[in-house]
């Protein structure tokens, strides 16, 4: 089975303009969650969607954004760019029979965005 | 927010010992997994260990949980160089439904040959 992808694998932005960043999840799986990584303030989650709902949300100001499509594969959004958000995003996905089962989840190599 | 606090935030060993690494959080889980992550690429699963658990083996790797205490310990037996990476645990915490991890702040693994 193909692992999660994630494109671009880097990107670099200006201030001010908006990114879109895309995850396949593994097949079968219909859980897709976000993650932003910093030195600064580690491993903080951004949102999580099942089935094209979002289910879950972190702490994160509404520049950030996200959807599901059908089939599964997602994207997210960072409008309005600023320097915090250089950052790496990863995303996972998980196998999950219902939104409220649990399961290990399983990361793409993330996408690397440099804001400038 | 960051839910676990790890400990040591960085272990140096000789290859061939055990490393130990423990991790404490801050409210009521489902279940307590830990990752490994190679120099800022994506995270690797290792072993998922559920609340109702104590402990849990997984080849080299041996995981124990202890709630009353709100700790957890991750174990790596006869480490070897390819162990070197950053390993963080993650919660699942009781919020009604969906996946949230919160991870620790990690802690970075050098195996030395």
């Known amino acids: 089975k193909a692992g999660v992808t994630q494109t671009p694998r880097y990107l670099i932005k200006t201030r001010g303009q908006q990114v879109t960043l895309s995850c396949s999840p593994i097949?079968?799986?219909?859980?897709v969650s976000w993650y932003q990584q910093t030195p600064g303030q580690g491993l903080q989650f951004l949102f999580e969607?099942?089935?094209?709902?979002?289910?879950n949300k972190g702490n994160f100001p509404g520049r950030f954004s996200g959807r599901q499509f059908s089939n599964s594969r997602s994207e997210m959004n960072v409008s309005t760019l600023e320097l915090g958000d250089s950052a790496l995003y990863l995303c996972?996905?998980?196998?999950?029979?219902?939104?409220?089962?649990?399961?290990?989840?399983?990361f793409g190599p993330g996408t690397r965005l440099t804001v400038l | 927010s960051q839910q676990g606090e790890e400990d040591p935030q960085a272990l140096s060993i000789q290859e061939g010992e055990n490393a130990t690494m423990n991790c404490s959080y801050k409210?009521?889980?489902?279940?307590l997994q830990w990752y490994r992550q190679n120099s800022g690429r994506g995270l690797v699963h290792l072993i998922l260990?559920?609340?109702?658990?104590r402990e849990k083996h997984s080849g080299r790797l041996r995981v124990t949980l202890d709630t009353s205490k709100k700790s957890s310990s991750l174990l790596i037996t006869a480490s070897r160089a390819a162990d070197t990476a950053s390993y963080f645990c993650?919660?699942?915490?009781?919020?009604?439904?969906?996946?949230?991890?919160?991870f620790g702040t990690g802690t970075q693994l050098k195996v030395e040959l």
């Open positions: 996972a996905s998980s196998f999950r029979l219902a939104p409220s089962s649990y399961n290990e989840q399983f």
């Open positions: 097949s079968g799986h219909r859980s």
């Open positions: 969607y099942f089935s094209e709902t979002q289910r």
């Open positions: 409210t009521s889980i489902n279940n």
């Open positions: 260990i559920r609340s109702n658990e």
């Open positions: 993650a919660t699942d915490a009781v919020t009604g439904g969906g996946n949230k991890l919160t």
